[in-house]
Each structure stands twice: as structure tokens, then as C-alpha cells.
């Protein structure tokens, strides 16, 4: 996979990310990114990234904890979530799932406030940073920029 694909599948998954907080704000999609804005967006797209590693390994961390491993935990999630999976998780499975569910929901939130208050330091808006999502998707030449950027501070 390139490293331009790479960014941009991140970037997909960041901007679902801020759907919800955004979906009532102004659109701004069309003021253009300036050079200074493509280089705090570079920043901080590296400090959100880092954001998601440690949720992501918090979240491992958890399932373990909660006395279920990984692929056991994705598994019963698939058929709760899908009904035409039929589970098969023990009543001591369940609990162990229940649990660990509300300490997954705990720790989303806590990423959450840790994005809105990082994108804040860089002197952003969600609004915004989703807006620079959504035009290096679709502009060839903001992201080579971006990835120069992103190349440059590595």
C-alpha cells in the first residue's frame, strides 16, 4: 500500500471520527487551505494518529483484562451485532463482554476529549480539520503536499 494511500485511508477513519460533533456546524468545506493551515494540520494529524495507537492498545489492553481475548471479543461483537450470526457465548462470556464494553465505551470518550482538546492546542475547529480532511481527499495537489510535510517532520 503507498504511503498516500495510507494517509488517506487515516484520514477516512479520523473523519468519521467527527461526524457526530460536526454535523451542526457551519460549512467552511470551501475556504481554501493555506500552507500555514496544511502544516498545523500536518502536526496534528501525527499527534491524532498517535492518539488512536495508544486508544487502540488501551482497547487490547482492556478486552484482556476483562478476561476475553481479542479475537473471542470480535467475535461475540459480530453476533450481537449481526443477527443473522448465531453466538455462541457462554452466560460468563456475556458478562465478561458486558463489562468489558462499558470500559471500551470509557476509554472512546476519553480519546475523544483528547482529540477535541489537541485539534484546540493547534488552533483548530472539528469543523475545520474535517473540512481539510474532505479537500486533501479530493485535491491530488494538497496531498503531495501533505505528504511532503508529512515526510519532512519524520
Known amino acids: 500500500m503507498t504511503f498516500q494511500r495510507i494517509i488517506i485511508s487515516s484520514l477516512v477513519l479520523l473523519l468519521f471520527s467527527f461526524e457526530s460533533v460536526t454535523a451542526s456546524l457551519p460549512n467552511l468545506q470551501d475556504q481554501e487551505v493555506s500552507n500555514k493551515?496544511?502544516?498545523?494540520?500536518?502536526?496534528?494529524?501525527?499527534?491524532?494518529?498517535?492518539?488512536?495507537?495508544?486508544?487502540?492498545?488501551?482497547?487490547?489492553?482492556?478486552?484482556?483484562?476483562?478476561?476475553?481475548?481479542?479475537?473471542?471479543?470480535?467475535?461475540?461483537?459480530?453476533?450481537?451485532?449481526?443477527?443473522?450470526?448465531?453466538?455462541?457465548?457462554?452466560?460468563?462470556?456475556?458478562?465478561?463482554?458486558?463489562?468489558?464494553?462499558?470500559?471500551l465505551e470509557r476509554i472512546k470518550a476519553e480519546k475523544k476529549k483528547l482529540v477535541q482538546q489537541k485539534i484546540k492546542t493547534y488552533g483548530m475547529t472539528e469543523k475545520r480539520y474535517q473540512d481539510i480532511i474532505t479537500q486533501i481527499q479530493s485535491d491530488l495537489e494538497l496531498q503531495t503536499k501533505l505528504r511532503v510535510l508529512m515526510e519532512e517532520e519524520d
Open 37 to 103: 493551515e496544511l502544516e498545523q494540520f500536518a502536526a496534528l494529524y501525527k499527534q491524532l494518529r498517535n492518539i488512536d495507537k495508544q486508544t487502540q492498545l488501551k482497547m487490547g489492553q482492556a478486552v484482556k483484562k476483562g478476561g476475553l481475548q481479542v479475537q473471542r471479543f470480535n467475535d461475540i461483537r459480530k453476533a450481537e451485532l449481526n443477527p443473522d450470526i448465531k453466538g455462541n457465548a457462554s452466560p460468563m462470556e456475556m458478562r465478561k463482554y458486558v463489562k468489558i464494553e462499558k470500559e
